[in-house]
C-alpha cells in the first residue's frame, strides 16, 4: 500500500476531524470531555490500521512465490537485486517480508521493514498524536489560532512521513525507518 490509497479517506477523515477538535480546544461541549472529533479522528487510523493488517496477511502470487523461492537459492545476490525486488514485488508484503529477511540473512543492512510494516508504524504514530495533542482554549477566528499552525505544522509532517519524504518522524535518506523489533520481523 502507498500513502495514496489513505490520502482521500481515512487520512483525510483525520485531518477534518483533528481541525474541528482544536477549534473546540480539544474539549466536548461540556467543556471537560474530550471532543467527539478527536475519537472520530482516531476510528479513522483504527481503519486504516485495520486496512494495512488485511493488506499484509494477502498471500504471494504464484509469479512472487517463484521469484522469492529463485532468491532464497541464490548466494549471489547484490543489495541493488534486493532494491529492485522490492521495487518490483514490494507491494506485496508477504513477498516484500520474504525478500527483506533473505537480505538480512546475506548480511545486507537498510533493508528493515516493508511498507506496510512502514505504514502501519506511521498510523500508530499518528492514532498516539491524535490521542495526546493538546490545544490551548483559544477563541477568535480559527485561522489566527496558535493550534490551527500546530495542527498545521503535524498534518504536514504525517502526509511527508507517509509518502516517505523529509519529516521530523524520518527523513528522505532513511525514510521511514522502523526498528525490527517494532515490526515482529
Known amino acids: 500500500m502507498e ?9 483525510k477523515e483525520v485531518a477534518e476531524a483533528m481541525f474541528y477538535c482544536m477549534a473546540a480546544g480539544g474539549r466536548g461541549e461540556d ?13 479513522a487510523c483504527d481503519r486504516a490500521l485495520e486496512r494495512i493488517g ?10 512472487a512465490e517463484r521469484y522469492v523461492a529463485l532468491l532464497r537459492e541464490r548466494e549471489n545476490v547484490t543489495p ?22 533473505r537480505a ?9 521493514a516493508t511498507r506496510d510494516e512502514q505504514l502501519y508504524h506511521a498510523f500508530e504514530i499518528i492514532k498516539t498524536d491524535c490521542k495526546t495533542m ?17 495542527l498545521g505544522v503535524a498534518l504536514r509532517d504525517w502526509a511527508n512521513y507517509l509518502k516517505g519524504y523529509e519529516s521530523i518522524l524520518g527523513n ?14
Do not use: T
Not at 500513502?3 to 487520512?11: I, P, Q, W
Not at 488485511?54 to 509469479?63: E, I
Open 104 to 112: 538480512h540473512e546475506l548480511g545486507f543492512k537498510g533493508f528493515d
Open 3 to 11: 500513502f495514496e490509497d489513505f490520502e482521500e479517506s481515512e487520512f
Open 80 to 101: 541493488d537485486e534486493v532494491s529492485r525486488a522490492l521495487a518490483s514485488w514490494g507491494k506485496n508484503h508477504q513477498a516484500a517480508r520474504a525478500i527483506i529477511d
Open 134 to 150: 493538546r490545544f490551548k482554549e483559544e477563541s477568535g477566528k480559527v485561522e489566527d489560532r496558535e493550534g490551527y499552525k500546530r
Open 172 to 185: 528522505a535518506v532513511e525514510p521511514l525507518r522502523v526498528p525490527r523489533e517494532e515490526v515482529g520481523a
Open 31 to 43: 467543556g471537560e470531555s474530550w471532543s467527539p472529533w478527536r475519537g472520530k479522528a482516531i476510528e
Open 54 to 63: 488485511n493488506d499484509m496477511v494477502r498471500p504471494m502470487s504464484a509469479n
